[in-house]
């Protein structure tokens, strides 16, 4: 009955609006607004904030702005319809309409909306499991947003809001710490504009982090808070939520029948939104908090009636969570073989999701690494077209000097010539050093993230993530010492550190690396031109190790053999120069490292301004019965 009265109820209104006898508050206020046509959130909102829950209004005020040009109010109107559509679980309707709105903000020509749409796009890819594709809409809207420099209040809520959906989508990738970041960076926003509405999410939000990270007492103190200001601002929306978050709280700290009051309540609340992702999460917790309570009758009925409903909508977290209380219902009625059966499917579902999801990031970071390492291939051509033409000038200008010597003193002309070489030579080795480090990075990084992924494949998140946050030291790494002509020591012994664990992954780990280094020697003060030591560590990897089976080591030594000189000592105990070289010419397809010759190159031209000269030597070295166990390098630095 009372879903007949309330469809009554609904198409009674809707014959209202659309036919002779319209609303006169409303006919007021568009006839108000189409007189005034305000182009901020600010404006609009103080006109249509009673009409946003309103589908049927929506629709019919978005087409009364298009016939009256009103785009900015037609792009407001777009996106609190599509927030709608989200609400009732429609997520692939709510992503049309967005786009919609984003298509509309455009022709409006106002930031303020695009930036907007942009971040409810992301929070729609983010509802449908595409969380790459949610963080860089909702990357793009914050970027945007801070190319205004004095933002008014509706794009300092939306930066606030672009931080939040990012946070959201960290949570997801169980990147806790850096989540909890950017929600109290979107908490700070909301104070400043007064937003209790943002400052309750960000709060609830932060307790799902909590949550994750094991402390439960500090969760329930963010859920507490954020219920508290949802209270105040009358959010039926954000109290369906809050309750939820303490109910299940309070049914991990061993009280569900305090549980249970709170549940009951709201889900006659969400049966009445029609919100069938709330639904199913109050069923879930319902029938949770009976078989705490052991009344194992009406909790399987509750769970069934969860289970269906996610099912039906495919919520992942939902199915994950119903399987592991189905469980939990049977371990309680002694039926270990069901109980068994069911927590074994949860398991494996939540393995596929969090799998599903590190997949797909780490995928889309291929692509996007592939896609950078085209663009550096054509900034590489682009480089070598202008090294082209540098050589072009170089001859044209002999001839004009072979002219010009004619007429003016041979000395002077001579002079400023090998002057101008000079500077031509300089800028030829500069571009050529910028060459090396384009077709470097993609490709080591291409690699390297090729062998990650086989860690998430296989299931092995611990160390995938470990790997993850050591490649993206060294991804910054390389990034920085890109732009700069030399590194300390120190820092370049660190680089090193991280590209041979990255490298080690495909070894299975087994190289053994250590760098020792003189307690008198000060790395920070020794200066050398960036990656310099990676061709020889990479040469040891490659050509001495990888065709050995067991006991690999490389050993990195820093010692100072004489008065302004620096030893930095490589040495493997690999299978020897002559074995590699001979297992290489043997090989169709060789490896190649970048280049030893260019990396003499840089060091000799790095050492131009230096009293003493750069030096490599190489030794093999050998067992008593004169057998090859290994290669030392030694690089001769100069300090002055």
Known sequence: MLRIFIITLFFSSTFAFYGQEKNPVLTNELDSILKVKPVTYKGINSFLRAYRRDTTKLKEIALLFEANNYLDGKTYVENFLGIQ????????????????????????????????????????????????????????????????????????????????????????????????????KSQEIEKSINNELG?????????????????????????????????????????????????????????????????????????????????????????????????????EKNLEKGLAIAKKYDF???????????????????????????????????????????????????????????????????????????????????????????????????FLNRQRLLKNQKRILTLE??????????????????????????????????????????VRKILESSTLKEVSLQEELETMDLYLTIENIRFSNE??????????????KIKLPPLVLQPFIENAIWHGLSSKKYNKEITLSVNKNEEGIVDVIIQDNGIGRKASAKIKSEKSLNRKSIGISLTKERLNNFSKNFKKEYAIVYEDLMDKNKLPIGTKVIISIPLF
């Open 511 to 524: 190289i053994k690396f250590q760098i020792h280094v003189n307690d008198v020697i000060c790395l920070d």
């Open 316 to 414: 992942a977290p939902a199915l994950s969570d119903a399987y592991s209380h189905f469980s939990e219902l049977y371990q309680s009625k002694n039926d270990f073989k069901n109980a068994l059966k069911y927590y074994r499917i949860s398991v494996e579902f939540e393995k596929k999701i969090s799998n599903d999801r590190n997949i797909q990031y780490v995928n889309d970071l291929i692509i996007k690494y592939d896609s950078e390492r085209q663009n550096n291939q054509i900034k590489s051509l682009a480089k070598q077209n202008e090294i082209a033409q540098l050589q072009l000038i170089k001859n044209s200008n002999t001839w004009i000097i072979v002219f010009v010597s004619l007429v003016l003193l041979l000395a002077i002309l001579y």
């Open 85 to 184: 559509y989200r609400n009732y679980s429609l997520y692939k309707k709510a992503l049309a309409t967005h786009k919609m709105a984003l298509e509309t903000a455009k022709r409006a020509n106002s930031i303020e909306f695009r930036v907007f749409s942009l971040n409810m796009l992301g929070v729609d890819y983010r509802k449908l499991d595409a969380n790459r594709t949610a963080l860089d809409y909702n990357h793009e809207a914050l970027t945007l947003a801070e190319t205004v420099e004095n933002p008014n209040l509706g794009l300092r809520r939306s930066i606030a809001v672009s931080l939040n959906s990012m946070g959201n989508i960290y949570l997801l990738l169980k990147q806790y710490d850096l989540a909890i970041e950017r929600f109290k």
């Open 433 to 474: 050093q910028d060459v090396l480090r384009t077709q470097m990075n993609p490709h080591f990084i291409f690699n390297a993230l090729n062998s990650i992924k086989h860690y998430i494949i296989n299931n092995e998140q611990k160390n995938a993530v470990h790997y993850l946050n050591k490649f993206s030291k060294l």
């Open 199 to 299: 400052l309750a999410i960000n709060y609830q939000n932060i307790g799902y982090a909590k949550n994750a990270q094991g402390k439960s007492d500090e969760a329930l103190v963010f859920f507490k808070k954020s219920l508290e200001i949802n209270n105040r601002i009358n959010n039926t929306y954000g109290q369906i939520i809050c309750k939820s978050s303490i109910a299940s709280m309070y049914i991990k700290q061993g009280e569900p029948a305090k549980a249970l009051e709170l549940i009951k309540g709201n889900l006659e609340t969400a049966e009445k939104l029609g919100n069938n992702e709330y639904l199913a999460y109050e069923y879930l917790n319902l029938g949770w908090a009976q078989s705490r309570l052991k009344q194992f009758s009406e909790a």
